[in-house]
T-cell receptor, first 117, second 113 residues
Framework: DTEVTQTPKHLVMGMTNKKSLKCEQH?????MYWYKQKAKKPPELMFV???????INESVPSRFSPECPNSSLLNLHLHALQPEDSALYLC????????????????FGPGTRLTVL | GEDVEQSLFLSVREGDSSVINCTYT??????LYWYKQEPGAGLQLLTY?????DMKQDQRLTVLLNKKDKHLSLRIADTQTGDSAIYFC?????????????FGTGTRLTIIP
């Protein structure tokens, strides 16, 4: 099973709303990722969690707040977003980030399509 | 530099072979990947190759890596309508496996009946 699930599939929110995106995997992976993908562009890395600790933050604005409550779950809390934050938000997971010299493929979820009005 | 480049579009007749090309600039990449993205969907891992290999075959897919020229290609044999999608190559960066993937610009593959 190489499934990563994401909810909701679609989300429309106003600029003053607070919402959360959820991601779940049951592959025993210890690294989890958030990506943002604008239309017709490749995914851009936002955050990496390794063993439930934030290991990479790609200078993402504080209106995006990640959380990793346990090794299977990854959340992205959203507050005071701007219309330009509208995009497809992709979650991914991989076995672990300490796999020096061995394959550690990232598996992606289907994404949450976010629209900020 | 970390730029990964691909042609934006490719059109192929059904039943022919498709060849999608990718060039990258970071010679320290450890793994190189091909992902497929259908409209409105997430990324599906197709295949990957370790940087010390020059070829990998997996059913209809053949990956060729020319490390000297930093050129990666994906060949899809007997292309079908279900192969219509955007294909991204990606390289892994850093010393700890693939916590950072850098994606190419993506190639939109269109199948002509």
């Amino acid at each position: 099973d190489t499934e990563v699930t994401q909810t909701p599939k679609h989300l429309v929110m106003g600029m003053t709303n607070k919402k959360s995106l959820k991601c779940e995997q049951h592959m025993g992976h210890r690294a989890m990722y958030w990506y943002k993908q604008k239309a017709k562009k490749p995914p851009e890395l936002m955050f990496v969690y390794s063993y439930e600790k934030l290991s990479i933050n790609e200078s993402v604005p504080s209106r995006f707040s990640p959380e990793c409550p346990n090794s299977s779950l990854l959340n992205l809390h959203l507050h005071a977003l701007q219309p330009e934050d509208s995009a497809l938000y992709l979650c991914a997971s991989s076995q672990d980030r300490l796999g020096v010299g061995r394959e550690d493929t990232q598996y992606f979820g289907p994404g949450t399509r976010l629209t900020v009005l | 530099g970390e730029d990964v480049e691909q042609s934006l579009f490719l059109s192929v007749r059904e039943g022919d072979s498709s060849v999608i090309n990718c060039t990258y600039t970071d010679s320290s990449s450890t793994y190189l990947y091909w992902y497929k993205q259908e409209p409105g969907a997430g990324l599906q891992l197709l295949t990957y190759i370790f940087s010390n290999m020059d070829m990998k075959q997996d059913q209809r897919l053949t990956v060729l890596l020319n490390k000297k020229d930093k050129h990666l290609s994906l060949r899809i044999a007997d292309t079908q309508t279900g192969d219509s999608a955007i294909y991204f190559c990606a390289e892994s960066m850093g010393n700890f496996g693939n916590e950072k993937l850098t994606f190419g610009t993506g190639t939109r593959l269109t199948i002509i009946p």
